[in-house]
């Protein structure tokens, strides 16, 4: 089944050691989409790609980085963790821009920072 | 930022019953989409009633949209216990891709 995986599902890095999660997506989707969603709130948009363009949210901390090597994959990047860093976080797709697209989750990435 | 706030936060009831649950949203929207994340896991698409629209079903879901209002509701009949989880509505604005999302109503359904 086409579908977004995440990788690792489960993620502990220590105060201030670099941390890389993955997303790949088999949908062959123009979008890809990086949010934050911390317990029992909305989800938060940080960037997404449009192809291979980028568009980080204005207020998304610079801590945060995102890399799309290809169509079917995209990174995020959280150079130094804090403890507020601590989160799900979800990668979507969408096929293209238009709005009316629904977006496609992966099962998403619990992070901890300890 | 948050454009959707659901109601209520939380929703606790029998399996057979009927749920709903309401968003209300503040600027004008091209269409309004409805999500459900079970604990732990990432969102999954329910249902999308565009702007021009004031009422969709699918399943045993039925949407249903006040765009005077700037409200939209969801109601799930004949509730099973599969169906706890937490829903969340998401706007998306005209000429923007972007979905905006709310905090969600969390349904715990007692078998």
């Known amino acids: 089944d086409a579908m977004v995986i995440q990788n690792p599902r489960y993620q502990v890095t220590q105060f201030g050691k670099p941390v890389t999660l993955s997303c790949s997506q088999t949908l062959n989707h123009n979008v890809m989409y990086w949010y934050q969603q911390k317990s029992s709130q909305a989800p938060k948009l940080l960037f997404h790609?449009?192809?291979?363009?980028?568009?980080n949210e204005a207020d998304t901390p610079d801590n945060f980085q995102s890399r799309r090597p290809n169509t079917s994959f995209c990174f995020l990047d959280i150079r130094s963790p804090g403890l507020g860093d601590a989160a799900m976080y979800l990668c979507?797709?969408?096929?293209?821009?238009?709005?009316?697209?629904?977006?496609?989750f992966g099962p998403g990435t619990r992070l901890t920072v300890l | 930022s948050q454009q959707g706030e659901e109601d209520p936060q939380a929703l606790s009831i029998q399996e057979g019953e009927n749920a709903t649950m309401n968003c209300s949203y503040k600027?004008?929207?091209?269409?309004l989409q409805w999500y459900r994340q079970n604990s732990g896991r990432g969102l999954v698409h329910l249902i999308l009633i565009r702007s021009n629209e004031r009422e969709k079903h699918s399943g045993r879901l039925r949407v249903t949209l006040d765009t005077s209002k700037k409200s939209s509701s969801l109601l799930i009949t004949a509730s099973r216990a599969a169906d706890t989880a937490s829903y969340f509505c998401?706007?998306?604005?005209?000429?923007?891709?972007?979905?905006?999302f709310g905090a969600g109503t969390t349904v715990t359904v007692r078998a």
């Open positions: 998401a706007t998306a604005r005209s000429n923007d891709y972007k979905l905006s």
């Open positions: 600027t004008s929207i091209n269409n």
């Open positions: 790609y449009y192809d291979k363009d980028f568009n």
């Open positions: 979507a797709t969408s096929r293209d821009w238009d709005s009316i697209n629904e977006q496609f």
